[in-house]
């Protein structure tokens, strides 16, 4: 083996000196990185909010979820709300988190993380590699948007969070996403308001539908609509918004009394007119036996007797 030259010698010095260099150079930078990333609290508990979002009993009942959990399948859920992730992303932390602090067992990865940025409004579901095959990113994301989420923007952070764990147990066991319970309350609130709205319409239909009657049968037989003050006269709903400015309004009702002056004129017709013939002929007879009857009195007087009755 031939032994290095001395101009080959000094190109790989050139270079190690040129790394060196160059790692002196980004140290600080690196070290400015590091620093300014937000520091991870102490997981000794399976609920950890350093918000004092949750109170005492709702950090309690999640911690005794939590360890039920664990106890029925071995895989350790660690729930933590911190203010903010910047200058990270919520997924980039959350995979700090569980990188540095070594959730689930040894041999099985199965540990459960969920981290809860407030200030952010951003959350992360981290699954272990040993339960990505049951607890997929698809079905994780849809435990954040149909549990998580509708409460949380309600304020609800430990109702939101207290259905986290048997949601991740039943998906554990091989069961399916089951329906959110906000979905079935949603559901509920939805035909209670269509039921109101139903009966609502249904009154309003009951309401109206007399009055709409009773101006369609006033239109068709005026005889049977009489006004109020002035029984004897057929009453026009036209009248209670007359105006007298208005020239078709006075020709409307010009026209009205017309036909009511000519009905009234065919009502009054003279009796002898309108009377059978039977009555006309007894009539006329009674007029022609008049004179008659004048004589015989006439010539009973002068006789000195009293005529025949």
Not at 195 to 215: N, Q, S
Not at 261 to 275: F, G, K, L, M, Y
Not at 289 to 295: E, K, L, Q, T, V
Request: aromatic residues 4%.
């Amino acid at each position: 083996m031939r032994p290095l030259s001395i101009r080959s010698s000094l190109f790989a010095l050139s270079a190690v000196l040129s790394m060196a260099l160059a790692c002196f150079a980004t140290a600080p930078a690196f070290a400015q990185r590091a620093a300014a990333l937000s520091s991870i609290p102490r997981l000794d508990e399976p609920v950890v909010d350093i918000t004092g979002t949750l109170s005492m009993q709702g950090r309690q009942r999640l911690d005794a979820r939590a360890s039920e959990l664990r106890q029925r399948s071995g895989a350790q859920l660690q729930i933590l709300i911190v203010p903010t992730t910047a200058p990270e992303d919520v997924a980039d932390y959350a995979q700090r988190v569980f990188d540095t602090q070594g959730l689930g067992r040894r041999g099985f990865d199965d540990g459960l993380l969920i981290v809860v940025a407030k200030d952010d409004r951003r959350m992360r579901v981290h699954v272990g590699t040993g339960l990505e095959a049951k607890i997929p990113d698809a079905t994780a994301q849809r435990l954040i948007d149909e549990y998580l989420t509708p409460k949380f923007r309600r304020g609800d952070f430990a109702g939101g969070l207290d259905d986290a764990p048997s949601v991740l147990a039943s998906l554990m066991n091989g069961e399916p996403l089951p329906a959110p319970r906000a979905q079935h309350r949603s559901s509920s609130a939805f035909s209670t308001l269509l039921i109101l709205i139903l009966v609502l319409m249904a009154l309003l239909i009951a309401l109206l539908l007399p009055l709409h009657l009773h101006r369609q049968i006033a239109a068709q037989r005026p005889d049977r609509a009489r006004g109020p003050s002035d029984p004897g006269r057929q009453w026009n709903p036209d009248e209670l918004t007359f105006d007298p400015n208005d020239p078709e309004a006075v020709r409307r009702r010009q026209e009205r009394e017309r036909r009511e002056r000519e009905a009234a004129r065919d009502n009054d017709t003279d009796w002898a007119v309108a009377a059978p013939p039977a009555v006309r002929a007894a009539e006329a007879e009674a007029a022609a036996a008049a004179p008659r009857a004048d004589g015989d009195v006439a010539a009973a007087c002068a006789r000195g007797r009293p005529p025949a009755q």
